[in-house]
């Protein structure tokens, strides 16, 4: 197996607009992340997933673009962009950037021209089709709620948008388009950017006339000719955002022989307190056993022929403390064994701002409350089937993103230390949560993450190794063996706010503790939310 720098590294994305503001105006800036270099490399990250910092007038925080190539102004300047690319480079940390090119926004200049007539050069850089008797095109949803085609009646044609209206999709079929983007992730590469992480782009090679989205049936041709035409020579780092992906279709992007992508970040294991067949606002309860069914298949199915991201969290999803954990009565307990649990197992993880501190779900009692475009929608379509107010706050409360897009707490003060001025969205509860008290205390969430980043670093079988589920009588008890000729680690979790039990193989002496979120010695029982990864001799 080729040992890239990724298949070690560890990735902190950042949300910028809520990770540290310098001048007042209560949105974090790039200055803000320069200032706060000195902390992630102290983590031991190796990248930042960098969300979008482009000019965008920002109906989906930055995921509608409308320059790729100008820095919004309200982070800085294409000058603050390359010192960071450069002071990061400093702490050896890469930059990774995201990007959003499944759609733009509907202030791109493309699309602004592509409006105006049907004759537009531009035109054809968007999804057109005229309307069936008055009707849209086809029954295609957005991923937002509602059709997802707008009529332009200037045009007498319907644009595809597979998320906002504001967010027009491209035409992919359209060669000069695609050169177009080529050109600009060129741009980007000369600046010294560290990878990509690509938006939705299992979307690209979308059959819109056959209702197809996911997975469509030109996708993987698209990304070898992206691949070729831009990052391939490089040692970029690629992440696609795949949300239907299963091991076979990981493969696909991920195979290095196959020239597409470095690995996949999928979505499987996210969904399982979803309803079948429902949308993800409508839960059922976590079972932590399927949980680790979903990650055995994963483990065991694309080793040595793709490779996979490990995370709990990211800017669309609740806090996995909030969510998974208690973020009540063991908030610093259950997120170490939340994050025990993930970084012994093959591929590369993912901290979101905050995760490393153990920031929780911020609730709202109203919608006025609530700025994401994604559970504004759905509360007025709730709102129109008859849902009640507090059945739609309760779901946002659950799954609505802004749970993770509340400020960066740093100091247990007012603003936590994000702002000078009046935040964007509301600061949570600093007064325990921040980063100062988690850099003061050696128990810390914070120093978990930091250890095992490193232990990730030092032991080749966290890379290499082959991995074993250890079957557990007891839906709440996970376990797991990573393996290979040299070294055996071991990782047990109790996935539960209860005692549970965990018999312990005595023909399998513990060598060294890697890694124990109580101070005891191990036993047979395992006290709540317990987890450790020992070596085996
Ligand atoms: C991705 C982003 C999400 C965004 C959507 C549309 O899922 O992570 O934040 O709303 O794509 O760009
Ligand atoms: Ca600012």
Redesign the pocket.
């Given at each position: 197996m080729k040992t890239n720098w990724w298949k070690k590294a560890t990735i902190y994305q950042i949300y910028p607009r809520s990770f540290q503001?310098?001048?007042?105006?209560?949105?974090?800036?790039l200055?803000?992340i320069i200032q706060r270099l000195d902390y992630l490399a102290f983590l031991g990250i190796d990248a930042v997933w960098l969300s979008p910092v482009y000019q965008s007038p920002n109906e989906d925080n930055g995921y509608d673009i409308s320059d790729y190539q100008a820095i919004g102004s309200?982070?800085?300047t294409m000058e603050d962009m390359d010192r960071l690319i450069e002071e990061a480079k400093k702490r050896n940390i890469r930059i990774i950037m995201d990007l959003v090119v499944n759609h733009t926004s509907s202030e791109h200049p493309w699309f602004q021209s592509a409006l105006q007539s049907t004759e537009s050069p531009f035109h054809d850089f968007y999804i057109w089709r005229k309307g069936v008797e008055g009707q849209p095109p086809n029954a295609l949803q957005s991923n937002f709620g509602g059709s997802a085609w707008t009529l332009v009646p200037e045009l007498g044609e319907y644009y595809l948008h597979l998320h906002a209206k504001e967010q027009p999709d491209l035409n992919w079929e359209n060669k000069k388009m695609r050169q177009e983007i080529y050109r600009m992730m060129n741009d980007w590469i000369e600046k010294g950017v560290g990878g990509f992480r690509l938006d939705v782009i299992d979307l690209i090679g979308k059959e819109p006339d056959q209702s197809i989205t996911k997975n469509g049936p030109k996708l993987h041709e698209l990304l070898q000719e992206m691949n070729q035409n831009t990052f391939g020579e490089y040692d970029l780092v690629t992440v696609g955002e795949t949300w239907g992906a299963t091991p076979e279709i990981a493969q696909l992007y991920s195979d290095e022989e196959r020239e597409e992508l470095s690995m996949v970040f999928q979505f499987e294991h996210i969904n399982l307190d979803k309803q079948p067949g429902k949308r993800k606002w409508d839960l059922k309860k976590l079972d932590p056993k399927e949980l680790h069914q979903v990650f055995s298949k994963w483990q065991t199915e694309l080793t040595g022929k793709g490779w996979n991201s490990l995370f709990w969290n990211n800017h669309d999803l609740p806090r996995i403390i909030s969510r998974w954990g208690d973020d009540q009565n063991y908030r610093i307990l259950s997120g170490k064994m939340l994050a025990i649990y993930l970084y012994f197992l093959q591929g590369t993880p993912y901290i979101y701002q905050g995760e490393e501190i153990g920031m929780i779900n911020y609730p709202v009692t109203s919608i006025e409350e609530v700025d994401d475009i994604e559970s504004r929608r759905m509360y007025d379509e709730r709102i129109g089937l008859g849902y009640t107010e507090d059945e739609i706050i309760a779901s946002i409360n659950a799954k609505g993103r802004d749970n993770a897009r509340h400020p960066m707490q740093w100091y247990a003060s007012k603003q936590a230390g994000f702002?000078e001025?009046i935040p964007w969205l509301p600061v949570g509860d600093s007064t325990e949560i921040n980063v100062a008290a988690a850099l003061d205390d050696p128990n810390s969430l914070f120093y978990t993450y930091k250890k095992l980043i490193q232990l990730r670093k030092e032991l080749p079988v966290i890379t290499e190794g082959i991995f074993e589920s250890i079957p557990t009588d007891n839906a709440e008890v996970l376990a797991y063996i990573r393996k290979n000729e040299g070294e055996k680690i071991m990782v047990v979790v109790n996935f539960s706010s209860e005692p549970n039990q965990f018999l312990l193989d005595t023909t399998q002496p513990i060598k060294e503790v890697l890694i124990h979120n109580y101070e005891k010695e191990i036993s047979q029982t395992l006290l709540p939310y317990e987890a450790y990864a020992v070596l085996l001799s």
């Open positions: 503001d310098t001048n007042a105006d209560g949105i974090g800036d200055p803000g309200e982070y800085g702002t001025g």
